[in-house]
């Protein structure tokens, strides 16, 4: 159940015409009254006798007792009511005590207070009603309206319980604007998927993923073809800036702006300052190295791995810094990723926005690794499909979604119930994106396990059942990804490691509860703690090296292995 309060208005004439009326797309069917505060008022829509203007009268009757300058500016008060799709259709009595119930949390018409606002519930539709107030008493009395929204909403989360409809998470005020239902039908007129407000907010946020100055912030803005306007204080000094979509006007004709505050709470000009901020103070300000995509994404999975392991033991600051540079690492991904993983990490970067942000406030510079990250990913450019830059972006899909779940399990914990809600379907978001990036390399890897020498599999048998506790070693010789686990093993031992300490050192690390495969996390955490190729039908390694290249030149190319098991001198 959605409860919506809308812009309060001054005509309430208008408000009635368009609830009994057709609607925009002729929707609206068999409109008329579920309840009023009298539980008698006249309705148009069943009784051919009664007026609008009659209706509109009794309501707004309360304003003529006053003088013209006691009256409120808008008196009209407006509030939606609506069910899911997979909810079960409510009866009018049913309704007519949700809007009874709502008036009352809200304080239009609260039984304490005596004799209420006047009042009238609208039904048009099987799923939603709308309520009309006026904020008003006869006695010149207003309804006291501060946190209006977010009573009405703890009302809705009793009337799902108590009506048995599907209950929806409770949020903490650190949501998104939504677009408003005038957006949305501008959007659907002009054949676009997502809102104005929603596709600038994701505009913005790629933007300033990984940048490092507000120049650079605005440089990407207008590369990415928006219109910018800055706010500028008579010192000079930048204040802020606003939005708009080319071709999104007013009635006027003119660009529709929007605040980098109304787009998200955190991408207001101060907020996005503070990313900025945690470079400053950091020790190392590491330097934008160019790279291709394939590098990009090795390191970025490191550094995401990293963050997996800390997570835990971090506190809560530390924690909410990573989960907000999670959301910079799948906006850079999304904006360079191929045509076949582009839709899955797009939606994954778009719902993890929401759990991105909470009552936590970042302690920003812990952040550090995971926003050069998303920098690196962003300047090296859009990867190609297939090769070393397929292969890595399946690395770093899988290392990305279990930060995404260690984000819900923390999100959980705190009783951030939308932010949990938002990083579970981003992981099954990127799952999605997960299968279709690997398919290919985890493919040529499992040709190439099924065509090892019989002594050199039955080797790697012994070296999972060594490795892995008991149950582990059994499912993972039981899963479709064996074969590939098998062979990314015996590329370990030909290139001279220990793989066999390598290996338990793989498994020993958190989060191999969450995969839906085990042998197939363990071969991208072994060629990414190995430095070996992800696309196995690549002999060279990104940096132009082979497998079998210097093992001092090799560490000083991966510093992210420093700690893994080495090869064997």
């Known amino acids: 159940m959605v409860p919506k309060i809308h812009k309060r208005g001054q ?9 009994y009326g057709p ?73 007519g005590d949700v809007a ?29 009603i709308h309520i009309l107030a006026t904020l008003v008493r006869e006695d010149g009395y207003r309804p006291e309206l501060d946190f209006d929204a977010v009573r009405v909403q703890a009302e809705a989360r009793r009337l799902e ?21 005038a957006e949305r039908h501008k959007a659907a007129r002009q054949g676009r998927e997502r809102t104005a407000r929603e596709e600038l907010r994701e505009t913005v946020r790629r ?18 073809g928006v219109l910018v306007r800055t706010r500028v204080a008579p010192s000079g000094d930048l204040l802020g800036y606003t939005v708009a979509l080319p071709g999104d006007v007013n009635a006027q004709g003119e660009p529709v702006f929007y605040p980098g505050s109304k787009l998200g709470p955190d991408l207001s000009l101060p907020r996005i300052r503070e990313r900025w901020s945690g470079r400053r103070n950091s020790l190392v300000a590491e330097q934008t190295v160019p790279s291709g995509p394939a590098s990009a994404r090795r390191r970025a ?39 076949h993983t582009r839709r899955e990490l797009r939606e994954a970067a778009f719902v993890f926005e929401r759990a991105s942000r909470s009552h936590v ?6 952040d550090r690794a995971l ?56 992981a099954e978001h990127l799952h999605t994106a997960y299968r279709a990036a690997a398919a290919q390399p985890m493919g040529v890897l499992a040709v190439r396990g099924r065509s090892l020498a019989l002594p050199v599999l039955r080797r790697q048998v012994l070296r999972v059942r060594e490795s892995l506790p008991s149950a582990l070693a059994e499912q993972v010789l039981a899963e479709a990804g064996w074969a590939a686990l098998a062979a990314t093993l015996a590329d370990a031992e030909a290139a001279g490691y220990d793989a066999t300490a390598l290996l338990a050192d793989a498994a020993a690390r958190r989060e191999l509860a969450s995969a839906e495969s085990v042998s197939d996390v363990l071969v991208w955490r072994l060629r990414r703690a190995a430095d070996l190729p992800a696309d196995a039908q690549a002999a060279p390694l990104p940096d132009g090296s082979s497998v079998r290249s210097d093992p001092a030149a090799r560490k000083a190319g991966n510093p992210a292995a420093k700690g893994s098991p080495r090869r064997r001198r």
Request: charged fraction near 25%; aromatic fraction near 6%.
């Open 11 to 19: 005509r309430t004439i208008g408000l009635l015409y368009y609830l």
């Open 23 to 95: 609607g925009k797309a002729e929707e609206h069917v068999d409109p008329h009254l579920v309840a009023s505060w009298d539980r008698g008022a006249p309705d148009p829509g069943r009784d051919p006798e009664v007026t609008y203007k009659q209706l509109q009268q009794l309501l707004d009757q309360p304003l003529v007792l006053l003088a013209e300058d006691e009256r409120p500016a808008k008196h009209v008060w407006h509030l939606s009511v609506r069910n899911g799709p997979t909810d079960r259709t409510l009866s009018d009595e049913e309704w």
């Open 100 to 128: 009874r119930r709502m008036v009352a949390a809200a304080g239009i018409d609260d039984p304490d207070q005596g004799s209420g606002c006047r009042w009238v519930a609208v039904r048009h539709a099987d799923d939603h």
């Open 161 to 181: 319980q108590e009506l048995g409809l599907r209950r929806l998470n409770p949020g903490d005020g650190t949501a998104a604007k939504r677009p408003t239902s």
């Open 207 to 224: 933007a300033v993923a990984g940048a490092e100055s507000e120049k650079e912030f605005f440089d990407r803005l207008g590369a990415a």
């Open 301 to 339: 999975s490191t550094a995401l791995w990293q963050a997996v392991l800390v997570m835990d033991g971090a506190d809560d600051g530390v924690a909410a810094a990573y989960i907000a540079a999670a959301g910079e690492v799948l906006d850079a991904l999304a904006k360079t990723s191929a045509a």
């Open 361 to 366: 406030r970042a302690e920003r510079g812990h």
């Open 371 to 426: 926003r050069q990250a998303a920098r690196d990913l962003v300047y090296s450019g859009p990867a190609l499909g297939r090769g070393e830059d397929g292969a890595t972006t399946a690395m770093v899909i899988d290392a990305v979604f279990f930060l995404v779940t260690v984000a819900a399990h923390w999100h959980g914990k705190k009783a951030h119930a939308q932010q949990a809600a938002a990083a579970q379907l981003a």
